[in-house]
């Protein structure tokens, strides 16, 4: 099969690869999408430590099965699919309890750490359990089909933080976690929802897409205008999706008395905390890894247009093209947001 390889860091290559062999629970797929992460940016240059070459990337994908194996018995050939970025076990304490993307022996598609290397979407073919395999509504495309894990992502986010009805909330970054973000949020019966960001025509998408505010954090004044937005109070809750220092501080800073911060984003493994504002003003912080079973919710939201998930996507190639988006996107290309590559 052919399959876009991470030979070297910055140096991937469309080349001939070995097809995935097939276990008794596992089933074939032909990849149809799959989209670039901003985590596979990273790891394109080795900044994360998570990509360790030579690997296949790639995670948010959907496609149709062509195979099953001899213990497959709810899914066939020819069955439009996505999966969950995750391999969970389904059998240590977390799984058992729900918390499947806190598994013991959790391993992530297109991730190879050291510990583990699985292979992943930038391929033609791609083995996956059946256990993490979720049926696409004919109402759904294979190009949505690969927008459903960064969807779950936000979804997630969203479900592990007590939201109220009519509360304020701030989402810091309108990338495409933030933007699919402020989507949910605005189903949840948010009131009223600000995004920060420092690129105006991504603060104008987000405002398009259900914001009610869009305020530049590069420039004085933002602060000032959540309280005048906020009855003086600050956001009841603030979400983080970048995972840097300023943007964390940003968003604790939004945040009201007794309120909470939803930390998403992690570019960076350590940010500097504002200990003392947490503690006297009592905020709440919640950490939202991957997601837990939302794709479910994600895919009919999609199905019944409550979510637009094509406004994000910027370009959709093909794979043999991949090592050039790779690069655009690395090098910070203005107005691209998701680039899904089709094999």
């Given at each position: 099969?052919?399959?876009?390889?991470?030979?070297?860091?910055?140096?991937?290559?469309y080349t001939d690869f070995p097809m995935p062999e097939i276990a008794a629970d596992e089933v074939l797929i032909e990849v149809k999408a799959c989209g670039i992460c901003g985590s596979d940016v990273h790891g394109y240059d080795g900044s994360s430590g998570r990509r360790i070459p030579p690997l296949i990337m790639g995670h948010e994908l959907s496609g149709v099965?062509?195979?099953?194996?001899?213990?497959?018995?709810?899914?066939?050939?020819?069955?439009?699919?996505?999966?969950?970025?995750?391999?969970?076990?389904?059998?240590?304490?977390?799984?058992r309890r729900g918390a499947i993307n806190l598994c013991d022996n959790r391993r992530v598609l297109g991730v190879s750490t050291g510990e583990y290397r699985?292979?992943?979407?930038?391929?033609?073919y791609l083995v996956i359990p059946e256990r993490i395999l979720y049926r696409l509504p004919d109402a759904v495309s294979f190009s949505e089909g690969a927008m459903v894990e960064p969807l779950s992502i936000a979804m997630h986010a969203a479900a592990i933080t007590p939201l109220q009805i009519n509360d304020t909330v701030v989402v810091v970054g309108a990338g495409l976690i933030g933007l699919l973000l402020i989507q949910v949020l605005r189903t949840a019966g948010c009131g009223q929802t600000i995004a920060l960001d420092i690129d105006?025509?991504?603060?104008d998408l987000a405002c398009k897409l259900g914001a009610?505010?869009?305020?530049?954090?590069?420039?004085?004044?933002y602060q000032e205008a959540i309280l005048e937005h906020s009855q003086g109070r600050g956001a009841d809750r603030a979400f983080e999706v970048v995972g840097i220092t300023p943007t964390f501080n940003a968003a604790v800073d939004s945040a009201r008395k007794g309120g909470s911060?939803?930390?998403?984003?992690?570019?960076?493994?350590?940010?500097e905390l504002a200990l003392q504002t947490i503690v006297t003003r009592e905020i709440t912080l919640y950490g939202s890894c991957a997601s837990q079973g939302e794709y479910v919710a994600c895919l009919d939201m999609i199905a019944r247009g409550k979510v637009d998930v094509e406004a994000l996507i910027s370009v959709k190639a093909p794979l043999n093209a991949g090592a050039a988006w790779f690069k655009r996107l690395y090098e910070r290309e203005a107005g691209l947001m998701k680039v899904i590559l089709e094999p």
């Open positions: 099969m052919k399959a876009l390889v991470l030979n070297a860091y910055k140096e991937l290559d099965i062509i195979e099953v194996g001899s213990a497959v018995r709810e899914w066939k050939p020819g069955e439009r699919v996505t999966c969950d970025s995750t391999e969970y076990c389904g059998e240590c304490h977390f799984c699985r292979h992943g979407g930038f391929a033609e105006q025509d991504r603060l009610d505010l869009g305020l530049r954090t590069d420039r004085p004044g911060v939803t930390l998403v984003g992690n570019i960076s493994p350590q940010v």
